[in-house]
């Protein structure tokens, strides 16, 4: 190439109008979002560089639980003014279990309207369906070449669903937690807010990426979780041994948050409890201990204010309270979800920008892989 003469001003003139394409562009992207992840070309650019990074994603198999609520969902929406959030439904994961087509459809639509329902902002976090952003099945599969039988094996999620679906023991149920994994790796996040019962998924996660790094060098950020003081692991009603989950066949063993007020109350009436009569946490009390931390969840009042509100009173006063602010703490949630289904166009530009976004900050980090692993770039 020459280096005199007009070279160096066609060179100068060149920068200059990529220089001003590249603002405008990052300009229109920056009003257009609001606060949140800014994608350009590829890169994710935040509003003040040093906020960590979040992930997290729940399987769109029904309604959510007052469990998946309490102990996920609300904490990811309080997230977003302090991190850079990525929240996702793990559709992937939900067909581990047979699905019926036309149900899982609708079920992934109703479930993307109720994280907005839940406070999941599009302008301040990137929202995606799992499905619609190829690598993460794609680093889904690499990882599980770095995650051990014996690891697998001795998850308690894959030793509890094969027993629930004994004629369905397939490969995708065993090898999940790669999958996970691979969702919570690929955005290179730093946090991930989690119930109890996916601890041990992230304890493997992060097992995974060290492997992974020693072999080939600093390539994954390894995850911390981040699981709630009081919530993280609400019981079933009708059992409080067992914890609430959406798959339960007794509907009034769990609270979908789109129950109706008096379903809700009516089911906390019902609650499993004991044969004594005090309202105190205590060893013993599965099924008040469960009720007093729903109910301290969602009216924000400690164990002993708690203790003290109900001395005297019986359980039966103490359950109708529980019911009665729980319906209440769900009102507004229904009532936006509502409206949100009413608006189908809105709930597609979302998931569709969702997963645009999804795209471009995952493709990052698969590169990056496919380059260490020795793939043809
Ligand atoms: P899932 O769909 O079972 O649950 C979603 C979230 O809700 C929490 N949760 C509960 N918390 C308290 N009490 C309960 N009874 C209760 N039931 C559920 C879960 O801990 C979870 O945080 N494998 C995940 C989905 C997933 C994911 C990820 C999560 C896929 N990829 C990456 C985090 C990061 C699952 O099945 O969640």
């Not at 990811?76 to 302090?82: L, P, S, V």
């Not at 319906?327 to 409206?339: D, G, I």
């Amino acid at each position: 190439m020459p280096d005199g003469g007009l070279w160096p001003v066609i060179r100068k003139a060149y920068m200059s109008v990529c220089v001003y394409l590249g603002g405008v562009q990052k300009s229109r992207l920056l009003s257009r979002r609001g606060k949140g992840f800014f994608i350009l070309k590829g890169e994710a650019i935040m509003e003040g560089e040093k906020k960590k990074v979040i992930l997290s994603g729940i399987q769109p198999t029904g309604v959510f639980t007052l469990g998946n609520y309490i102990g996920a969902v609300k904490n990811w929406a309080a997230m977003q003014e302090e991190f850079r959030c990525a929240y996702m439904l793990a559709d992937l994961h939900a067909i581990t279990v047979r699905q019926e087509p036309k149900v899982l459809r609708e079920q992934i639509l109703t479930c993307y309207a109720l994280l907005l329902a839940c406070g999941l902002d599009p302008e301040k976090s990137v929202i995606f369906i799992q499905s619609q952003v190829p690598a993460h099945a794609e680093l889904g599969w690499m990882l599980a070449c770095y995650t051990q039988f014996g690891e697998l094996s001795r998850m308690t999620q894959f030793k509890d669903k094969s027993q629930q679906h004994a004629d369905n023991i397939n490969a995708g149920l065993f090898t999940y937690p790669s999958l996970m994994a691979a969702d919570i790796l690929l955005y290179q996040a730093d946090l991930v807010p989690i119930g109890e019962d996916q601890r041990q998924h992230l304890e493997l996660t992060r097992d995974v990426a060290s492997r992974f790094n020693g072999i080939y060098g600093n390539v994954f950020k390894i995850p911390e979780g981040y699981i709630a003081k009081t919530g993280a692991r609400v019981k079933s009603l009708a059992d409080p041994t067992k914890k609430m989950s959406k798959s339960d066949e007794n509907p009034n063993a769990y609270v979908s948050i789109l129950d109706k007020p008096e379903t809700i109350i009516k089911k906390f009436k019902r609650a499993v409890t004991d044969s004594e009569t005090e309202v105190c946490f205590r060893e013993g009390k599965d099924g008040i201990n469960n009720l007093m931390s729903i109910y301290s969840a969602v009216t924000g009042r400690t164990l002993d204010e708690i203790t003290a509100e109900f001395a005297g009173r019986g359980y039966g006063d103490f359950k109708a309270a529980v019911g009665e602010a729980v319906a209440e703490y769900l009102r507004p949630v229904q009532e936006k979800f509502a409206r949100l289904m009413a608006d189908k166009g809105y709930l597609e530009s979302c998931y569709r920008q969702g997963a645009e976004q999804a795209q471009r900050i995952s493709s990052r980090t698969l590169e990056k892989v496919k380059k260490k692993i020795g793939f043809v770039q």
